[in-house]
Nanobody, 126 residues
């Protein structure tokens, strides 16, 4: 069983930045594709971004391209989400998710990830 613990959420003004972290409890972290999803009140949980185990490939939802950056440090078993130019519509609970390997069809599918963190709130004020 892999445990994921997010941190770094908070309240920020529109145009500001936040950095989220997700620490994983596994010795084989580099085997895991890691992703961030988010869920706004009354909405479905949606894909934000993902990174392959070796960090070489990244994927982004169109809504965050050019503003958000995912990265990972396999030596620290941690994945990061740098969020810049934040907008009020980015307000949501952000969840870290992981799975061993992932086919291209799995990358953006919420149901493809068996491991989830507890979520961290990000609120962007206008």
């Amino acid at each position: 069983q892999v445990q994921l613990v997010e941190s770094g959420g908070g309240l920020v003004q529109a145009g500001g930045s936040l950095r989220l972290s997700c620490a994983a409890s596994t010795r084989t972290f580099s085997s895991y594709t890691m992703a961030w999803f988010r869920q706004a009140p009354g909405k479905e949980r949606e894909f934000v971004t993902a990174v392959r185990g070796n960090g070489a490939s990244t994927y982004y939802a169109d809504s965050v391209k050019g503003r958000f950056t995912i990265s990972r440090d396999n030596a620290k078993n941690t994945v990061y989400l740098q969020m810049n130019s934040l907008k009020p519509e980015d307000t949501a609970v952000y969840y870290c998710a992981g799975r061993v390997v992932a086919s291209p069809n799995d990358i953006t599918r919420r149901t493809a990830y068996p491991y989830w963190g507890q979520g961290t709130q990000v609120t962007v004020s206008s």
